[in-house]
């Protein structure tokens, strides 16, 4: 089984603020794969499905951000899976509006709800996929990254909220290695048998890379 951690805050304050990237790709992942994450559990709303065929369970931590860990921790104990076995979907500040990476393992960097999780499982060894908000005003953070997404900034975020469910969907069904493209380079942007919006190029299956010339992007 994979659990499938996005990071968020609860509650109508915090919808459809930049700090909630993780619980919107988790929605996007539950409408796709037909999972209803409703059902109250580890401190988190909580749904179990499928997807390619594996059983994987989609959380969404009610805890409040810099407690996450709490939340994946305890899923992680009940089922007895190991870190490898969980993807955490969250936002990031230092990658650009409208991109995505994927790390097989690492650091929490700048992120309180990742130094948690880290924190309450003892590891760092899960693959982790960082959806890009930008840094806007670097002298006030906390309003950024709480603030809500801007008219510019909405048709970005939608389009990097999709590839980051779909390469969730992607590592389920064919692993790390193979979505995030290169398995020694730390970060990418992925493809997984889809139409990419920027260059029209299509790829067929999971892992191959969104554009042809890695240089064009941004790793």
Do not use: W
Request: charged residues 25%; contains cysteine.
């Amino acid at each position: 089984m994979y659990i499938i951690a996005g990071l968020g805050n609860p509650g109508k304050k915090y919808e459809n603020t930049r700090h909630n990237m993780g619980f919107t790709a988790i929605d996007l992942l539950a409408e796709k794969f037909g999972i209803k994450v409703n059902k109250l559990r580890f401190k988190a709303l909580t749904g179990e499905g499928r997807i390619a065929g594996q059983k994987v369970l989609l959380i969404k931590p009610q805890t409040y951000m810099n407690l996450s860990g709490e939340s994946v921790r305890m899923a992680l104990d009940y089922y007895k899976e190991p870190p490898e076995n969980l993807i955490v979907i969250y936002d990031d500040i230092d990658i650009p509006t409208g991109s995505i990476r994927i790390r097989k393992k690492g650091s929490a960097g700048t992120h309180n709800g990742m130094r948690n999780i880290l924190y309450q499982i003892q590891s760092e060894d899960f693959p982790r996929i960082r959806v890009g908000i930008g840094s806007g005003k670097k002298d006030d953070l906390i309003s950024y990254v709480i603030g809500g997404v801007t008219k510019g900034e909405k048709e970005l975020l939608e389009d990097s909220l999709t590839r980051a469910a779909d390469a969730a969907a992607c590592i389920v069904e064919k692993g790390i290695e193979k979505a995030a493209g290169n398995p020694h380079r730390p970060v990418h942007l992925f493809h997984c048998g889809m139409l990419d919006s920027l260059g029209g190029h299509e790829f067929q299956g999971c892992g191959e890379q969104l554009f042809p010339d890695p240089s064009a992007v941004l790793f």
